[in-house]
């Protein structure tokens, strides 16, 4: 077996696990779901309404005011300075309650 078929075959089995868990989480505009994606290299994070099919507030670390600050953007170094965690991001403050995913 090549390691092209071995990456389709892990890709199929992370998609079957992804719609298993979707089909039990969904976000709503009180209560949205939170979206956490970390990579080697960089961290995504978003607040999805399902019902609306929006990304309410998103935040990344590929970001101009946050990359110029930090060397790799997938460690715990990044996630600290993360836009997500600053205090002047005012879209933040609305959602308290969040299901994570």
């Not at 590929?62 to 930090?70: A, D, G, H």
């Not at 993360?82 to 205090?87: A, E």
Request: hydrophobic share 30%; proline share 1%.
């Amino acid at each position: 077996m090549g390691t092209k078929d071995y990456n389709k075959i892990l890709r199929k089995k992370r998609i079957i696990k992804h719609k298993k868990i979707r089909k039990k989480i969904f976000g709503t505009k009180e209560c949205p779901r939170l979206c956490v994606f970390k990579s080697n290299k960089n961290l995504f994070v978003q607040i999805i309404d399902d019902v609306a099919g929006t990304t309410l507030v998103s935040a990344s670390t590929l970001e101009k005011e946050i990359k110029s600050e930090i060397k790799n953007g997938g460690n715990v170094e990044a996630a600290k300075k993360d836009r997500w965690n600053n205090s002047k991001t005012s879209n933040r403050k609305k959602y308290k309650k969040c299901l994570l995913w």
